[in-house]
């Protein structure tokens, strides 16, 4: 079945950096746009960005744009997140989760999450 | 950006109809779909695309999109349906965009 973990999360600093990543497994990896959602501990949930499976078409949300940057080894059926310049308003659970094919329309399958901590 | 609006909470008893709504302009010009959280879990799609059902979700849980008002109905509402619940809005461009997310109450 389809499966989705995230590693790499924890506690950072303002202005420091931090690398997500979700290792999948139960679908032919390339063949699926991959997308990143995080959750504000008590909030709702915010699209922060997606990349399709060859990594042609990638966006990211305005809120991230400049410091955040998706990218995927296909080879290693593997999704990351680098996160620079980070604020204490990213602090969140991040979740990746699987699209479509054809595009990132909604996260068909998602993983457990990985919290990120942006704290002095 | 685009503002999808859902009311904060809402209490049914179990057995009866509960009724989620999710506002935007023009919300019939996209595809929709609505999740479920329960807490301390991740969020599963519960209807895509409108009005389509994944398998493994009940018959109980339908949507429906019109107008500027998106509807998940939950008929014969389960204690085990108690739970966030969020829409999300797709379009033909790049914009995906979320719903406040509705505490649904079963009590």
């Known amino acids: 079945q389809v499966q989705l973990e995230e590693s790499g999360g924890g506690l950072v600093k303002p202005g420091g950096s931090l690398r997500l990543s979700c290792v999948a497994s139960?679908?032919?990896?390339?063949?699926?746009?991959l997308i990143w959602i995080r959750q504000a501990p008590g909030k709702g949930l915010e699209w922060v960005s997606y990349?399709?499976?060859?990594?042609?078409?990638?966006f990211s949300a305005d809120s991230v744009k400049g410091r955040f940057t998706v990218s995927r080894d296909n080879a290693k059926k593997s999704l990351y997140l680098d996160m620079n310049s980070l604020r204490a308003d990213d602090t969140a659970v991040y979740y990746c989760?699987?699209?479509?094919?054809?595009?990132?329309?909604?996260?068909?399958?998602w993983g457990q999450g990985a919290l990120v901590t942006v704290s002095s | 950006s685009y503002d999808l609006t859902q009311p904060p909470s809402l209490s049914v008893s179990p057995g009866q109809t509960a009724s989620i709504t999710c506002s935007g302009d023009q919300l019939e010009d996209k595809y929709l779909c609505w999740y479920r959280q329960r807490p301390g879990q991740s969020p599963v799609v519960v209807i895509y695309?409108?009005?389509k059902r994944p398998p493994g979700i009940p018959e109980r849980f339908s949507g429906s999109n019109s107008g500027n008002t998106a509807t998940l109905t939950i008929s014969g509402t389960q204690p085990m349906d108690e739970a966030d619940y969020y829409c999300q809005a797709w379009d033909s461009g790049s914009g995906r965009f979320f719903g406040g997310g509705t505490r649904l109450t079963v009590l």
């Open positions: 695309e409108d009005n």
């Open positions: 139960g679908f032919t990896f390339s063949d699926y746009y």
């Open positions: 989760a699987r699209g479509h094919t054809s595009g990132a329309y909604y996260g068909e399958y």
């Open positions: 990349i399709s499976g060859s990594s042609f078409n990638v």
